[in-house]
């Protein structure tokens, strides 16, 4: 147990659906992000919300929207996702500090699959 | 761009030591250097962050030569619960480069 929740833990959708990965940290950090994990690729940072400001965008299609209503809770919104979107959806939190170096902890993950 | 490369995969038997080696060739000055360790079906989870030199801590040594262009995980005496796949990470500023992961299999 990292104090990340992630849900759903499985989700399928066919590609007009619209549905939303929800993240909670119970850890009292002060940053949350969203990454993209597929086979035999390295994890892929999505985005990046540091004090609920979203501060990265890494050039992730508009198909995927993040929220973050408080610093606790994280969403990303999905719509008409293709199938080249499955992947696992995992959801980090950070406590930023001045020294420039922070741990992640990182929840379980929403394994997606998009038909 | 602080790309990472490691190692596909290692086997190592139960009790050896494991030494799993990352490229990061255009550090930053300012980037730190973290290891995260993942299990199938969860989330990757922190190893060890470390600068320069060695940093120790109670499951693992982490070692940086001078020059910071690589790192090395070191695990001492692995055991059967260490097969995993083990990411390198750089830090530059809001920007994450894991590495693809080394995926480490213990043998009894």
């Known amino acids: 147990e990292t104090g990340v929740t992630q849900t759903p833990r499985h989700l399928v959708m066919g590609m007009t659906n619209k549905k939303s990965l929800k993240c909670e940290q119970h850890?009292?950090?002060?940053?949350m992000y969203w990454y993209k994990q597929s086979a035999k690729k390295p994890l892929e940072l999505m985005f990046v919300?540091?004090?609920?400001?979203?501060?990265e965008n890494n050039s992730v299609p508009s198909r995927f929207s993040p929220e973050c209503p408080n610093s606790s809770h994280l969403f990303l919104h999905l719509h008409t996702l293709q199938p080249e979107d499955s992947a696992l959806y995992l959801c980090?939190?950070?406590?930023?500090?001045?020294?420039?170096?922070?741990?992640?902890?990182f929840g379980p993950g929403t394994r997606l699959t998009v038909t | 761009l602080a790309k990472t490369t490691q190692p596909i995969s290692m086997d190592s038997y139960e009790g050896q030591e494991v030494n799993i080696t990352c490229s990061h060739n255009?550090?930053?000055?300012?980037?730190?250097i973290t290891w995260y360790q993942q299990f199938p079906s969860q989330g990757p989870r922190f190893i060890i962050q470390?600068?320069?030199t060695k940093v120790t801590n109670e499951v693992a040594s982490l070692f940086i030569p001078a020059d910071r262009k690589s790192s090395t995980l070191s695990l001492p005496r692995v055991s059967l619960s260490d097969t995993a796949v083990y990411y390198c990470?750089?830090?530059?500023?809001?920007?994450?480069?894991f590495g693809t992961g080394t995926s480490l299999t213990v043998i009894p």
């Open positions: 980090a939190s950070s406590q930023l500090s001045t020294s420039g170096s922070y741990e992640q902890y």
């Open positions: 850890l009292g950090h002060n940053a």
């Open positions: 919300y540091n004090f609920k400001e979203q501060t």
């Open positions: 255009n550090i930053a000055t300012n980037d730190y």
């Open positions: 470390g600068y320069k």
């Open positions: 990470l750089v830090e530059t500023g809001n920007q994450f480069y």
